[in-house]
C-alpha cells in the first residue's frame, strides 16, 4: 500500500499498532489529513471501527518541537482514567524510528470547537440563555484540571513549580528583550505591580496554560457540555489559577472596552463574581487574588503574541492572520496596567 499523503508508511504503522493494541488487529488503518492543528500535524486515523487521531510534528520541526510532543504524550497519558475532559489516549511512542518523530493517537472526539467555527454553533449563537452554559463549562474544566493529583499520575519533573510566580516577570521581559520591535505602552506598571502583588496562597497542579474557548471542544446541541480541552503545548506544572485569569483576559464589565483581543461574541455569558464562585465551588481554590491572574495572563499572551508580530515586522513568513496581532498585544498590556492601577 505504500506510503499516505504525509508520507506515513500504513504497512509498518499498521504492524505497530498491532504489538501496541490498537483496535482492528490486523486490518489496515486509513489516514486522512486533518486541520486544526497550529504546532502540529493532526491526521485522522480509522481502523476497527474506531476514529482516532494523531499528532505529531511537521517534518520540518526542530529538536525543540521533538520534546514538546514528548511532553503532551507524557500529559494526555498521564490523565486517563481521570475526570478532566479530555480525547482518550490510545497508545503513542516518544521514539522515532517508525515516523521519523515522536507521536501519539488519541480517541477523536465528536464536537465542534469556537475556533474552528469562528464563533458559537446552534443553538449557541442565538440563544443566549444556553450560551452561559459553554462559559460555565469551560470554567468546570479548569477547575477539574486543577485537582487532578499530579504527582499520584507519574508528573514529577513535569514542570517547576517552587518559586513560579517569583520567576514569572522577568522570564518574559527577558523573552520580550530578544524580539521586542516596538515600545508597548503599560507594560513596565504591569510588570511592576505584578512583582509586588504575588499570590497570599499557591497551591501548584496542573496548568494548561493557553486555556480559552479557542483550545476546548464541546458536545453538539444544548446544553452546554465541554467534550475535550485540546492544544496541551503549553502545559506545565504551575499554578493552575492562571488557567481560569486566561478565561478572564477580556471578560465584562471590566474589559467591556477590549476591541480586538475578543474574537466571540460573550453577550449573555454569566457574570465574572458568577464565573468565580463556579471555579471555588468545583476546584476548592480561593480565587481572591484572581485581579493577579488576569494582570499576568494578558501580560504573558501579550509577549508571546509580539513574538509572532515581531517576526512578521522582520519580513518573515508567517501566517497572515498574524497582522491581527499588532493592537490585540497592545490592548493586551494596556489593560494588564490598568487592572493593576485600580487593583490594590
Known amino acids: 500500500m505504500g506510503a499516505d499523503e504525509r508520507g506515513l508508511d500504513i504497512e509498518a504503522f499498521a504492524r505497530w499498532m498491532d504489538v501496541n493494541g490498537v483496535p482492528g488487529y490486523g486490518e489496515l488503518p486509513k489516514s486522512t489529513g486533518l486541520g486544526g492543528g497550529s504546532q502540529n500535524e493532526l491526521t485522522l486515523i480509522e481502523r476497527g471501527g474506531q476514529r482516532m487521531v494523531m499528532r505529531r510534528p511537521p517534518a520540518t520541526a526542530v529538536a525543540d518541537r521533538l520534546d514538546g510532543i514528548r511532553r503532551e504524550h507524557r500529559l494526555v497519558k498521564a490523565l486517563q482514567g481521570s475526570d478532566v475532559p479530555h480525547a482518550q489516549y490510545v497508545a503513542g511512542t516518544d521514539d522515532t524510528d517508525l515516523l521519523g518523530m515522536p507521536f501519539y493517537l488519541m480517541e477523536a472526539v465528536d464536537g465542534w470547537s469556537p475556533a474552528d467555527l469562528q464563533g458559537w454553533a446552534p443553538p449557541f449563537d442565538t440563544d443566549r440563555e444556553a450560551r452561559r452554559g459553554l462559559a460555565l463549562e469551560l470554567v468546570r474544566g479548569a477547575a477539574l484540571l486543577s485537582q487532578v ?177 499588532g493592537p490585540i498585544v497592545a490592548e493586551l498590556i494596556r489593560k494588564a496596567a490598568s487592572l493593576a492601577a485600580t487593583t490594590r
Not at 178 to 196: K, N, S, V, Y
Not at 211 to 239: C, K, S
Open 149 to 325: 493529583d499530579w504527582k499520584a499520575r507519574g508528573l514529577e519533573g513535569f514542570g517547576r513549580p517552587e518559586n513560579f510566580h517569583e520567576r514569572q516577570v522577568d522570564r518574559w521581559l527577558a523573552f520580550l528583550a530578544r524580539i521586542q520591535c516596538r515600545e508597548l505602552p503599560g507594560l513596565d506598571e504591569a510588570a511592576a505591580w505584578l512583582r509586588t502583588h504575588k499570590p497570599r496562597r499557591f497551591e501548584p497542579g496542573i496548568m494548561h496554560g493557553d486555556y480559552q474557548f479557542a483550545n476546548v471542544m464541546y458536545r453538539h446541541g444544548a446544553p452546554a457540555e465541554l467534550a475535550a480541552i485540546i492544544d496541551w503545548e503549553m502545559t506545565t506544572i504551575g499554578d493552575p489559577l492562571l488557567d481560569l485569569g486566561w478565561v478572564l483576559v477580556s471578560w465584562g464589565p471590566e474589559a467591556d472596552d477590549m476591541k480586538h483581543a475578543r474574537y466571540v461574541d460573550l453577550a449573555g455569558m454569566p457574570s465574572r463574581d458568577e464565573m468565580l464562585a463556579h471555579y471555588e465551588a468545583i476546584s476548592g481554590r480561593s480565587t481572591e487574588d484572581i485581579d493577579y491572574y488576569i494582570v499576568l495572563a494578558r501580560f504573558k499572551l501579550g509577549i508571546v503574541l509580539e513574538q509572532s508580530y515581531s517576526r512578521l515586522l522582520a519580513g518573515h513568513g508567517v501566517n497572515p492572520v498574524v497582522k491581527s496581532f
